[in-house]
């Protein structure tokens, strides 16, 4: 619907795949009850728990509980002290299937999903934005020639902290694709920074806020080129398959037309993207018969949110035409920021960079992490 200069499209997100996207927060088994026997685990609001102890008079060894270094299983805590599964209505704010962690012997902490105000989960718009960001710095990387910014990367010293390595060089891509607007400052001079940004014309609202019943606890899967798979002790709460967002996006079309896009283009790029990351990257690990069908039916594939691994986030892929050229690179990046991690095989032995698929298991199957489908309304 257009309102004037600006249009307005309603988006329809659906997870073909566990997604997560963190608060930063993470709990112990001191902050939530993992109730192993009904395969759930219970999220307490700490007010209500401590206003309910208070009452049961089971405040001092509450405490107790928590300066204990030795005990830190809230669950047995409660069941000791008779507080029975009855009783958690009166405190706990959230329930969510625990999914693989019910079979987890190292199972510890729980990575927790973005919520709202009001304790909600919800998708933010800023990553459903960042996505689309990256999708069209991939698309627009087929246009001009970016080949002194290839050999920029190529000769970057490689002797700095990790954080500084490619800094220089990725601040000034970052500004060649996405700083296009042309504004000009009193003097009529080029302003170098993000009032230029394209992404100024496009804005996306968060999502409304999603019910409890769309979480799931999902662990960490990593699977090698030849189709091996690890499990890492790392355990999210995340949206599960067939979950689904409404959001919206807000077009400014004369700025957008100043750079020669409209709501197509950020469609078309969603789509490059998408096969560009199997193209390049996904297509070098093994599939399993285990793994479950993630294609998108009716919208534009999209790759959103944490653990879903380095090539979702970034462009060196599609920077250089020549794989080979861009998989020397990645590897490299990858040997600086992990240097334990055998990434000096990568392109000899693996060849593919990073060499791990970041996965997860839902339901007795293989997802790969963040997939979904984005639907225009």
Known sequence: MKYGHLERVSLVLRALSPVFIGSGERLNKKEYIFDVQNRQIHFPDLPRLVSFLKKRSLLSAYENFLANPRLNDLQAFLADRRVTADDYCHFVQYSIDAGEAVRAGNFREVLIFVKDPEGKPYIP????????????????????????????????????????????????????????????????????????????????????????????????????????????????ECLMPSSQACLEMTLDLPMLAQVG??????????????????????????????????????????????????????????????????????????????????????????????????????????YPMGRCELLWQ
């Not at 970041?358 to 007795?364: A, I, L, N, S, W």
């Open 125 to 236: 718009g800023s990553s459903l934005k960042g996505a689309i960001r990256t999708a069209l710095a991939a698309w627009l990387l087929q246009q001009g020639d970016w080949e002194r910014d290839r050999s920029m990367v190529e000769k970057a010293d490689s002797a700095v902290a990790p954080r500084r390595y490619l800094s220089r060089e990725s601040d000034r891509l970052e500004r060649r694709i996405f700083y296009r607007l042309n504004r000009r400052d009193r003097q009529g001079q080029q302003i170098n920074n993000a009032v230029n940004d394209l992404m100024q014309a496009i804005r996306i609202s968060d999502s409304r806020p999603l019910s409890y019943d769309n979480l799931t606890l999902v662990g960490k899967y990593d699977r090698k080129p030849d189709g091996t798979v690890s499990p890492i002790p790392i355990f999210r």
């Open 261 to 366: 896009m409209d709501a197509d283009t950020i469609e078309k790029a969603l789509h490059y993207f998408a096969e560009q990351h199997y193209a390049r990257f996904e297509q070098y690990f093994a599939e399993l018969p285990e793994d479950a069908d993630t294609a998108a039916r009716q919208g534009v594939d999209v790759i959103l949110g944490g653990g879903a691994g380095y090539v979702s986030k970034t462009v060196t892929y599609n920077l250089f035409p020549d794989r080979e050229r861009a998989l020397r690179i990645v590897s490299k990046i990858m040997v600086k920021h992990f240097p334990g991690h055998n990434h000096n095989s990568d392109v000899n032995r693996y060849k593919v960079s990073p060499h791990t698929l970041k996965t997860t298991v839902f339901r007795e199957e293989y």
